[in-house]
């Protein structure tokens, strides 16, 4: 199975580490490949969109002409700014920042405030227990009846998946390639349910 | 329990900005141009390091109201720089709620014996070094990122290679010893380093900088951030590169797809063309002024 990282720009080492972590845990092969170009993402069953800026992904991603191939990768996990990238709607966008529009969310970027408001916190998901780190993240405002919610603070929405026909989608505001390999073993399991 | 300002979540930033270019602004427009072609953050400046050579006297933060000026025009993280060892200035920066801040050899010492202590801070900084004692020191002293110093404001490269190449070898050296399990060598490199042994350790198990590291300090080609990425850096700072430049707009673009796509020479070689002249650069022999050789 082949699974891809956005590679362009973010925390790229830390979502390739947690990945192979994922997999020998859960003791299968994988192809990992660091994703640049259309070429890249050939073959890829997953599709791993890493923390960082959003604005500079997108722009990237547009660059290079790979949107629409990125769209139908059976499944896709995107932290912080790759949750952005994933949701259908977007608040406090950057001008002409676009977005994957698939997962039935809306996502409100930098909502918790810039850097002085990032914070860590022990959290409780389906997954397990966990410290999350939120920086300068992103807020899930709304998701849609077909979404799961595998996290929540406070009544809010920090992780979440959503599964349709052709794809699987998961979501998180925090980023778990910081600190556990727990969402990439989940994240491995679905994406090898896919066809 | 909700903690703030940890060194995770300043280093965490770090990592977020990794693959992309920063860029020094003086101005609203000018911030809004550098988020325009996909820069990852912001350095909000009064004066680009070749005009703060150009002018001379005493460089110093700058005016507050300037960063929030910056601040509200983009989206993306705004980093502000303070002199060295001016740890109220970095106190003010910290209360703009500044991203991040650079304390700066661009601007003039405050402290020729001592840099601010940052694990007193909780927002993060980022330092300059020429070398592995340099980076190990501002690491002791809380940095939760590193770039090279370069010589800022001259367009020429060959020093911030210089400063990429000693940390580097610095990082070697400790790698062997480590391998070899010679802990007296180790100790041997912290006393020299003046750093306590747990720096060098983890630079050793790590097999790299324990913090993020960019290049900084003369970028003024495409093929200049292509090159430092090359050599492992993880990021690139562009100062006076870009809007010292005669087409910031296409530079600033043309600088970020050359570091998203270092490697590969035929993107390279195509976003490097037609993007008009680079700033007319200095020679290092030439300067009245070595900022890298400030704060050691």
Known sequence: MKIGVLAFQG????????TKKAAANLSINIELAEVRTKKDLKGCKGLIIPGGESTVMHKLCEREGMFQEMKKIAAIFGTCAGAIMLAKKIEHA???????????????????????DSFEEEIETTLGRMNAIFIRAPRIKQVGSNVRILADRKGEIIACEEETQSQYLLACCFHPEMTSSKFHEHFLKKAAERE | MTEKGTFVLKS??????????????????????????????????????????????????????????????????????????????????????????DESEVLTPADEQFHVDKWKFKVPFVCGARNIGEALRRISEGAAMMRTKGEAGTGNIVEAIRHIRAVNDGVEKIKMFHQRKDIGELEKIAKECRVPIEVVMETANAGRLPVVNFAAGGIATPADAALCMQMG?????????????????????????????????????KVSEGIGDAMAGLEIGKLETKMAERGH
């Open chain 2, 12 to 101: 965490g930033l770090a990592q977020m900005l990794k693959g992309g270019v920063i860029m020094d602004v003086t101005n609203a427009e000018q911030a809004r141009i550098a988020q325009e072609a996909g820069a990852v953050a912001v350095m909000a400046l009064e004066r680009v390091p070749s005009d703060i050579r150009a002018h001379g006297g005493v460089a110093r933060m700058s005016d507050p109201k300037k960063i929030k000026e910056i601040q509200e025009a983009v989206t993306i993280p705004v980093m502000a720089k303070c002199r060295i060892g001016h740890f109220v200035e970095a106190q003010i920066l910290e209360a703009l709620k500044v991203d991040f801040i």
């Open chain 1, 11 to 18: 925390d790229v080492i830390e979502h390739l580490e947690a």
């Open chain 1, 94 to 116: 950057d001008k002409d920042q676009k977005i994957l529009e698939l997962m039935d969310i809306q996502i409100d970027r930098n909502a918790y405030g810039r850097q002085a």
């Open chain 2, 233 to 269: 850096v993880d990021g690139v700072f562009v100062g006076s590169g870009i809007f010292k430049s005669t087409d910031p707009a296409k530079r600033a673009k043309a600088i970020v797809d050359a570091v998203a796509h270092y490697k590969d020479a035929s993107v390279l070689a």
